[in-house]
């Protein structure tokens, strides 16, 4: 299975500051996916990103929110922007491997004051 | 249509026993129907996934049953131990669209 390492583990951050968190993976991937788990909760896609496109949002989620960038095929970031305690979760970078498996990475728990 | 409905919320079971969680779906489309586990802290980790065209799967002590007529998917933890102690979330994904629809998860304590 694809090792998937994510940066940073966890940050607190102040209501109105934007993060960017990486998600790095040890092999090549076409499909990439971010999560949101809130405390207690199930999880929550994003996005899609694909190397060489735009990311597919779902909805509920805007790119001015969440800009995605997919430079290559083992590398994504995601940014929060304009953070708000709402945005406090745990944000998950995943990968599909194969034709069907997903893997995900250790998260990154945020927390905004 | 998209939902994934998951029970029980939380289950206690002893060591030893069986633990049993159940999902169900509407979306007839959904060909892949993965179970993931996580432990607090930490990502979820992918335990044991089924396709439609198989009854029942089985991999150690994790057992996955299948009934596509009632639509329905169940994990069974044989031998249950403390160790197990997780949340539990099943999945389902129609393959044409790549993505994972997620349970509300369960909550599994055993207890020693």
């Known amino acids: 299975s694809a090792v998937i390492s994510q940066k940073p583990s966890r940050d607190i951050c102040q209501r109105g500051t934007s993060l960017t968190i990486q998600c790095q993976v040890d092999?090549?991937?076409?499909?990439m996916f971010w999560y949101r788990q809130q405390p207690g909760q199930s999880l929550t896609l994003i996005a899609t990103?694909?190397?060489?496109?735009?990311?597919?949002?779902e909805s509920g989620f805007v790119i001015d929110k969440f800009p995605i960038s997919r430079p290559n095929l083992t590398f994504s970031t995601l940014t929060v922007s304009n953070m708000s305690p709402e945005d406090s979760s745990i944000y998950l970078c995943?990968?599909?491997?194969?034709?069907?498996?997903?893997?995900f990475g250790p998260g990154t728990r945020l927390t905004v004051l | 249509q998209q939902q994934v409905k998951q029970s029980p919320q939380s289950l206690i079971v002893q060591k030893g026993g069986i633990s049993i969680i159940n999902c169900a779906y509407e979306?007839?489309?959904?060909?892949?129907f993965p179970w993931y586990q996580q432990f607090p802290g930490k990502g979820p980790a992918l335990l044991i996934a089924?396709?439609?065209?198989?009854s029942e799967k089985k991999e150690g002590r994790f057992t996955i049953s299948f009934n596509k007529s009632a639509k329905q998917f169940s994990l069974h933890i044989m031998d249950s131990q403390p160790g197990d102690s997780a949340t539990y979330f099943c999945?389902?994904?129609?393959?044409?669209?790549?993505?994972?629809?997620f349970g509300t998860g369960t909550r599994l304590l055993v207890s020693p």
């Open positions: 979306n007839t489309a959904f060909d892949y």
């Open positions: 995943s990968v599909a491997q194969g034709a069907n498996e997903q893997f």
């Open positions: 092999s090549q991937v076409t499909m």
């Open positions: 999945a389902a994904r129609n393959t044409g669209f790549q993505k994972l629809v």
């Open positions: 990103a694909n190397q060489g496109s735009e990311a597919t949002y």
């Open positions: 089924i396709r439609p065209d198989v």
